[in-house]
C-alpha cells in the first residue's frame, strides 16, 4: 500500500511561517504565502493569537531574568519579605506582563498592515461604486438571453450561461466575460474568476489589479491578459505589458520549460523564454490543481477581445472562434504589429506580387460594421501587379471542408480585360495542382478551379463594385473530383438569406496542399499573382461540411436590425474564362 505524502495542516505552516517572522528569517515568499493563508479570518486570527502569545512569553523571561538580579534578602528583613522576589518586583511583573501584550498586539498589526501593504487588495470602495455594464451578446447557437445582467456591485458574483458581456470601471479598466462562467468583483483592484474565460484591459497606472481562480493569482504590471478556467486548472496569455504570477497552492518555483512541449521552442520565438514569476507579451502559462505551471503555446486570438454587436462582422469571429470544428480564423484585426491566424497565432507574411506591388498597402480599412477592420488588398493593371497575404506554413485541406468570409469586391482597374482573375482563397502545391477555392473573373464572377489544366467551375454569383458580401462554400472530395456549393449574399443590400449559387457543382481535381495565400493566388510557376480587388474582412475554415442553416444564422447576426430586401435577379451562367 503507498503511503501518502504527509501535508501540514494550515495552522501548522501558519505557525513555521510565523516563528520565522519573529526569528527574522522570513523570506518575500514567506510572506506572501503568509498573505495568502491569512486571507482566511480563521488563520488571520490564529496568527493574532499565535503572535500576542509569542510576545506575553518574550517579555514575561524578560521580567524573570530581571528578578533574579534583584536585592537578596537578609536576615534583617521582615518576614512579610521572606518571598524570593523583592516587594517591589511583584507589581512590576504585572506591569511588563500587560506592557508585553500591548507591544504583542502592536507587533501584530504591524504584520498585519505588512501582509496587507504587499497584497494586491485593496481598501474596501464606497458602496455607490460599481462596474458599469457595457453590454452582452447572447451566443447564436442557444436562445439563452442575457437581459438579465447589470452593473456589477463589489461583493457580488455574476453567472454567465452562454454568450459574452463586458464590464468597465470607473478608474478604465475593463474585462469581458465569456460564459459558461463565473465571477466575483472583491474590490475595483480584485476580481475571482471560478470559472469561463475573460480578457481583461488594464489602464489604470500603478493600481496591481488582480485576477484569483482556483489554481492562482494573476497581478496585472501594466498589461491586457486573457485567462481561462475549468476544472483542471487555469491557462493565462499576455496579450500586452505583463503579469505576475502567484500560485494559489504554495508551490512558488519559476515557470520551467518542458523539453517535452512543443510550445517551448514556440514561446522561444513569440515573448522569449518563460523565466521567474513575471511573464511578458505573446507567453503563456498553464497552472493545474497540483500547483504545476508549464509554459503552453500562446493563443491570444482565440479569446473574444471586442464585444460582438449585431450587424457587425465581430458576430461572425465570435461563433467561429466558439465552433469546435473551427481550423482557420483570420480577423485582419492585428493582435501585435502583424496580421495572425488566430487559432494558431501563425503570422502572415506580406507579399509582393511577381510584377511589383506595395506592402505597405496593405493598410487596415473600416470593415463591416461598428468597429470592424479589414485589409485593404493592392490589385495593380493586371494579375502580377499587387501586394497580398499568405501563411508561412503549408495548408493541408481536409477532405470534407468549409470556408465563409466578408468582403468588399471594388472592381478591377481594367475590367475589360477578359483574362483578369483575383483570388480571395488559394494554394498551389505545382504546376497543375491547384486550388482556387474562391476566385471571381474580371466582370464580377464568383468561380473556382481545382486542377489548372481544366475549366473553372462558374457559379451565378455575380458581383457589384462597391458592396460588402459575405459568401460561404462547402468542399467535397471524391476521388479525382471535388463537389462545391456555394452561397453569396450582398450585405451592402441587406440580403437577409443566402443565395444558393453554386449547387453541388463538379471540378476535376483535389484540393491541393501548400501555403494558404489570402487575396491572392500563385501562377504556373508558384510566383505571386492574381492579387484581389478590394478589401478582405474576415476568413473562416472549418473541418467538415457546415450546413446552410448555420451560415443563415450567421448571415442574420452580420445584416442586424437592417430592413430585408427582395433578393438579386439570378445572373446568367458565364462561360468559362479559359485556363488559369
Given amino acids: 500500500m503507498t503511503r501518502q505524502a504527509f501535508q501540514p495542516s494550515p495552522h501548522e505552516e501558519l505557525g513555521r511561517l510565523a516563528a520565522a517572522l519573529c526569528d527574522g528569517a522570513c523570506t518575500a515568499q514567506d510572506l506572501l504565502r503568509l498573505d495568502e493563508l491569512t486571507r482566511d479570518p480563521e488563520n488571520l486570527a490564529f496568527l493574532s493569537r499565535y503572535l500576542i502569545l509569542v510576545g506575553e512569553l518574550h517579555w514575561s523571561r524578560v521580567g524573570t531574568a530581571r528578578s533574579r538580579t534583584g536585592t537578596v534578602p537578609t536576615g534583617k528583613t521582615r518576614s512579610r519579605a521572606h518571598s ?322 466578408i468582403f468588399r469586391y471594388d472592381g478591377f482597374p481594367a475590367p475589360d480585360r477578359t483574362d483578369a482573375v483575383g483570388s480571395l482563397l488559394a494554394t498551389r502545391w505545382d504546376s497543375d495542382r491547384v486550388s482556387f477555392f474562391l476566385a471571381t473573373a474580371g466582370d464580377g464572377t464568383l468561380m473556382h478551379l481545382f486542377d489548372a489544366r481544366e475549366n473553372w467551375l462558374i457559379t451565378d454569383g455575380r458581383l457589384e463594385p462597391g458592396h460588402w458580401y459575405y459568401a460561404a462554400a462547402a468542399f467535397t472530395e471524391c476521388e479525382d473530383r471535388m463537389i462545391v456549393s456555394t452561397w453569396l449574399a450582398d450585405l451592402s443590400r441587406g440580403e437577409r438569406r443566402l443565395r444558393l449559387v453554386l449547387d453541388c457543382g463538379q471540378a476535376v481535381g483535389r484540393a491541393a496542399s501548400g501555403p494558404l495565400a489570402i487575396g491572392k493566388g500563385f501562377d504556373a510557376a508558384g510566383a505571386h499573382a492574381y492579387a484581389f480587388p478590394g478589401a478582405v474582412d474576415e476568413i473562416v475554415l472549418y473541418n467538415g461540411i457546415v450546413g446552410e442553416d448555420v451560415f443563415n444564422k450567421h448571415l442574420e447576426l452580420l445584416v442586424g436590425e437592417s430592413p430585408a430586401v427582395p433578393p438579386l435577379p439570378r445572373p446568367a451562367a458565364e462561360s468559362t474564362a479559359g485556363h488559369r
Fill in 84 to 405: 524570593s522576589e523583592p516587594i517591589a518586583d511583584r507589581p512590576r511583573s504585572s506591569v511588563v506582563r500587560r506592557v508585553a501584550a500591548s507591544i504583542a498586539a502592536v507587533a501584530a498589526a504591524v504584520v498585519l498592515a505588512l501582509l496587507w501593504w504587499i497584497s494586491p487588495r485593496s481598501a474596501s470602495p464606497p458602496a455607490t461604486e460599481a462596474a458599469r455594464l457595457l453590454g452582452s451578446f447572447p451566443s447564436p447557437d442557444s436562445g439563452e438571453s442575457l437581459a438579465a445582467l447589470s452593473d456589477w456591485e463589489y461583493g457580488e458574483t455574476k453567472r454567465i450561461g452562454v454568450g459574452v458581456a463586458a464590464w468597465n470601471l470607473p478608474n478604465g479598466n475593463s474585462w469581458i466575460l465569456e460564459g459558461p462562467a463565473a465571477a466575483a468583483l472583491e474590490s475595483p483592484n480584485r476580481l475571482r474568476l471560478e470559472k469561463g474565460r475573460a480578457v481583461f484591459q488594464i489602464v489604470a497606472p500603478g493600481e496591481g489589479f488582480s485576477v484569483e481562480t482556483p489554481f492562482g493569482c494573476f497581478i496585472d504590471r501594466g498589461t491586457s491578459f486573457a485567462l481561462a478556467v475549468d476544472d483542471t486548472g487555469a491557462e493565462m496569455h499576455v496579450l500586452a505589458g505583463a503579469v505576475e504570477i502567484r500560485s494559489g497552492t504554495g508551490a512558488d518555483d519559476p515557470v520551467q520549460p518542458d523539453a517535452r512541449s512543443p510550445a517551448v521552442a514556440h514561446q522561444s520565438v513569440r515573448g522569449g523564454p518563460l523565466r521567474g514569476d513575471r511573464l511578458h507579451a505573446g507567453q503563456a502559462v498553464r497552472l493545474d490543481a497540483h500547483g504545476r505551471r508549464r509554459p503552453i503555446a500562446f493563443a491570444g486570438g482565440r479569446f473574444i477581445r471586442k464585444l460582438p454587436r449585431r450587424g457587425s462582422s465581430g458576430t461572425l469571429q465570435f461563433a467561429a472562434l466558439r465552433a469546435e470544428n473551427v481550423l482557420r480564423v483570420f480577423s485582419f484585426e492585428p493582435l501585435d504589429d502583424r496580421f495572425r491566424d488566430r487559432i494558431t497565432g501563425e503570422p502572415l507574411l506580406r507579399t509582393v506580387l511577381k510584377g511589383g506591388g506595395d506592402p505597405a498597402a496593405l493598410r487596415l480599412v473600416p470593415g463591416w460594421g461598428n468597429d470592424a477592420e479589414a485589409v485593404q488588398i493592392q490589385r495593380g493593371n493586371g494579375n502580377t501587379v499587387g501586394a497580398a497575404l499568405q501563411t508561412e506554413s503549408v495548408f493541408t485541406p481536409p477532405g470534407l471542408f468549409s470556408l465563409e468570409t
